[in-house]
């Protein structure tokens, strides 16, 4: 592969690290934008050619002076619970980011190919059983409903001025780096006890985890076929537990407390979130990492970051 390049949007987060170092590793030059510094030695760990400190915006992007073959939009919220208690910059992280990345493609490089990774909280509570990328739902929260908004940002800049975008629905992303949400909270729970430990929730809610590997997998086979707009799931079709998540990390740990729950309802997060990969599957595109071994390698990541530490 010769002259390509990508410009990954919030490179520095743990999807966009991991998305730098994979083009990277496909001859791509990788190029970021995002909030704080970066050194010469952090860029090269995460496969960063260039590093622009900036907000996400038309100007920003068009200084760089590169048509870029791919941009993979990474920058923006990750988190239900940031936007429950600050929804007016959750909307100006997630969909003014959004919109700045679609006017700068449609002014000045209308030839790239967008990758937008989004959310299956864009169809909020779902029945418990595989949710299909066509099922229409109501979000469950300020996330949600700007992720739908993002969206529909994507498929308007196609439809209008045809922007080529694949927007990339993912469940529960998780690999060595990441450091929050359940995996590392309970990790770190579970290492720190010496007694009972206590997580909120039922422990009967669902998610289906899918190990970051395979989400640039996905996206570089997004490339790969091309579409003009596609939306697809990218989960590997399996539901669990957070109790029987949270049980498996005591295993891996070595601990024998006992795992409780308050049974109180976590506000806007849906219940079940369990990926339908019909579409992944017809376009040879599942993912081959399984969860439980997965998880093995990121209980052993955690215990040398610990340790590290």
């Known amino acids: 592969m010769q002259n390509k390049t990508v410009l990954v949007t919030g490179a520095k987060g743990f999807l966009g690290s991991n998305v730098s170092k994979y083009f990277k590793n496909l001859g791509y030059t990788t190029f970021g934008i995002g909030h704080g510094d970066l050194l010469i030695d952090e860029c090269m760990s995460i496969g960063l050619d260039y590093w622009y400190k900036s907000d996400i915006s038309v100007d ?86 700007h992720k739908k908004i993002a969206e529909d940002l994507c498929r308007s800049y196609f439809e209008k001025y045809s922007l080529k975008v694949s927007i990339v629905r993912l469940f529960s992303v998780y690999g060595n780096g990441l450091k929050k949400q359940l995996l590392w909270d309970a990790c770190n729970k579970i290492s720190n006890a010496n007694e009972d430990v206590l997580f909120w929730g039922t422990g009967d809610e669902t998610r289906d985890f899918i190990h970051v590997y395979n989400v640039v997998e996905l996206f570089e086979k997004c490339l790969e076929i091309n579409n003009s707009f596609m939306i697809i799931n990218g989960g590997i079709g399996e539901k669990h537990t957070i109790k029987e998540t949270v049980e498996l990390i005591r295993h891996l740990l070595k601990k024998e407390m006992k795992i409780e729950f308050n049974n109180q309802v976590n506000v806007g997060n849906p219940q079940y979130y369990w990926a339908d990969i019909h579409k992944l599957e017809e376009l040879q595109m599942k993912s081959n990492i399984d969860f439980e071994d997965g998880l093995e390698l990121f209980v052993n990541w955690f215990q040398k970051e610990v340790v590290n530490d």
Do not use: W
């Open 60 to 145: 920003a992007i068009k200084d760089i002076k590169i048509d870029f073959d791919v941009i993979v939009h990474c920058g923006g919220s990750g988190s239900v619970g940031f936007s429950v208690e600050n929804p007016y910059q959750d909307f100006k992280k997630t969909v003014d980011g959004t919109l700045e990345v679609l006017e700068y493609m449609r002014l000045y490089n209308p030839n790239a190919y967008l990758i937008y990774p989004s959310s299956p909280a864009v169809q909020g509570e779902c029945p418990d059983e595989p949710i299909k990328e066509e099922y229409i739902g109501k979000p469950a929260s300020p996330y949600g409903y």
